[in-house]
């Protein structure tokens, strides 16, 4: 069935360093991808979304594009931010017409001033 | 501009109590949802709603209940709390109405059963 596979974490940067966190999906299909951010005790926010191949989301100086042959959508971010620490999710849309979100589990991201 | 509301924040049950574990949304959402966040596995779909009078079951929705008599609520039941029940639940609503629109969260119920 489909699914959503991103790095286990937790990963810890120090300030200003590259970030690159790896998603992968299966889906029959091509689903709109999107990467969420949950901040300490908070709900999940969208952070940005790709709704087709090649496609380039962005948004806070992150990126991620829709990659159709390697099925991957990778979040990246050229210098992170001590307020960029949170947990990142990698989720597809449902692309049957439906409404159904499938999330992966979820990259804790830390942060060092 | 609310959003989505969820109440209560925290709740602690004793095993087999039931409780409701309230969702309001102010967007005129068509689409809800209740998630449940466990560490290492993510978000899963417990039920959803496409629209006032219609719900369905999503990927774990036994030992639940759910009801959409408005567009606005959609309350999610506890029939008979279980330790395994233990949870952060997170209601989310989507436009029917846009293709590819996001869920929209709200912050969160911490469930304790003991």
Same mark, same amino acid.
């Given at each position: 069935g489909d699914s959503v596979t991103q790095m286990e974490g937790p990963v810890t940067l120090s300030e200003e360093a590259c970030l690159t966190i790896n998603c992968t999906y299966t889906a029959t299909g091509y689903p709109s991808l999107f990467w969420y951010v949950q901040y300490p005790g908070e709900?999940?926010?969208?952070?940005?979304k790709a709704t087709k191949a090649d496609d380039k989301g962005s948004n806070k100086g992150f990126e991620?594009?829709?990659?159709?042959?390697?099925?991957?959508?990778?979040?990246?971010?050229?210098?992170v931010q001590v307020s960029d620490s949170a947990v990142y999710f990698c989720a597809q849309g449902d692309n049957t017409g439906g409404f159904k979100t499938i999330f992966g589990a979820g990259t804790r991201l830390f942060v060092k001033a | 501009n609310a959003g989505v509301t969820q109440t209560p924040k925290f709740q602690v049950l004793k095993t087999g109590q039931s409780m409701t574990l309230q969702c309001a949304q102010d967007m005129n959402h068509e689409y809800m949802s209740w998630y449940r966040q466990d560490p290492g596995m993510g978000l899963r779909l417990i039920h959803y709603s496409?629209? #006032?009078?219609? =719900?369905? %079951?999503?990927e774990v929705p036994n030992g639940y209940n759910v009801s959409r008599s408005t567009t606005e609520d959609f309350p999610l039941r506890l029939? /008979?709390? #279980?330790? /395994? %029940?233990? /949870?952060?639940? @997170?209601?989310?609503? /989507?436009? #029917?109405? %846009?293709?590819?629109?996001?869920?929209? @969260?709200?912050?969160? =119920?911490?469930? =304790?059963?003991?």
């Open positions: 709900g999940l926010q969208l952070l940005l991620a594009t829709y990659r159709k042959e390697t099925t991957s959508f990778h979040l990246e971010k050229g210098s | 496409v629209g #006032a009078g219609i =719900t369905d %079951q999503g029939l /008979s709390a #279980a330790p /395994s %029940q233990t /949870s952060v639940y @997170f209601c989310a609503s /989507s436009s #029917a109405g %846009q293709k590819n629109s996001p869920l929209h @969260f709200g912050n969160g =119920t911490r469930l =304790t059963v003991t």
